[in-house]
């Protein structure tokens, strides 16, 4: 019997480079625009709020953003991840605590071609209002906006063997449930602190490697 798989992975710094938010805030925030950053940081405020208050200061044209957008680094390995999911039906979620907005912008008609679940907070933008996000609705986290562990719970209740992929501290909980991990910068020393089994995520064709190996 086929083992049913699916893929999970955080898109900030784990499919990018870097986070959306250090982008903008090395391009286009002072230091008083960062303050609610801080406040989240110094546990005053929870990480949706500080960052929909920090994404709401931008107000720059729609096309200005859209170029800005375009100039993240995508890992380009994680296509080849893609091509063989979708060949062999394996799901793919991009599961992120930022917005959908700029992950949408960036892989554009591979949502489509790759059949991508975008699980996020929803984005809009205006120059007038800047970027606003709004909670997701299915799998709600009242820290984050969006959560990877409830997407994980939903994928392992329907008898998923669950492959994630992340890079931060708020992706300890989602690698506590998955399967098997694949990890990039602090996520992957707090799962060798917490004795989680990790792999160092170099590039995604250590994942592609790892499904070829496991689809029986």
Same mark, same amino acid.
Not at 23 to 43: I, R, T, V
Not at 139 to 148: I, P
Not at 165 to 179: E, I, K, N, Q, T
């Given at each position: 019997m086929t083992k049913k798989i699916a893929l999970v992975s955080?898109?900030?710094?784990?499919?990018?480079?870097?986070?959306?938010f250090y982008?903008?805030?090395?391009?286009?925030?002072?230091?008083?625009?960062?303050?609610?950053?801080?406040?989240?940081?110094?546990?005053q405020k929870k990480h949706f709020e500080a960052l929909n208050e920090m994404f709401s200061q931008l107000h720059i044209s729609p096309e200005e953003l859209k170029?800005?957008?375009?100039?993240?680094?995508?890992?380009?390995?994680?296509?080849?991840?893609?091509?063989?999911?979708?060949?062999?039906?394996?799901?793919?979620?991009? /599961?992120?605590? =930022?917005?959908?907005?700029?992950?949408?912008? @960036? &892989?554009? *008609?591979?949502i489509e071609k790759y059949n991508l679940h975008i699980v996020s907070n929803n984005g809009t933008y205006s120059p007038v209002c800047g970027l606003q996000m709004s909670p997701n609705k299915e799998?709600?986290?009242?820290?984050?906006?969006?959560?990877?562990?409830n997407l994980i719970k939903h994928l392992k209740e329907n008898r998923f063997f669950v492959v994630f /992929?992340?890079? =931060?501290?708020?992706?300890?909980?989602?690698? @506590? &449930?998955? *399967?098997k991990v694949f990890a990039r910068k602090t996520l992957y020393q707090e799962c060798l602190n917490k004795k989680i089994a990790v792999e160092l995520l170099q590039n995604f064709n250590q994942v592609k490697n790892f499904l070829e190996e496991n689809i029986k």
């Open positions: 955080d898109f900030d710094g784990t499919i990018s480079d870097n986070d959306f982008y903008l805030a090395e391009k286009y925030f002072d230091q008083a625009m960062l303050e609610p950053w801080n406040q989240y940081l110094s546990g170029k800005f957008i375009s100039g993240i680094k995508i890992d380009k390995t994680f296509y080849s991840v893609l091509k063989f999911c979708k060949n062999e039906n394996i799901p793919v979620y991009i /599961c992120s605590a =930022g917005c959908d907005y700029y992950i949408k912008e @960036l &892989l554009r *008609d591979n799998f709600f986290d009242e820290n984050l906006g969006v959560s990877k562990t /992929c992340g890079d =931060g501290r708020p992706d300890v909980g989602p690698a @506590l &449930l998955a *399967d």
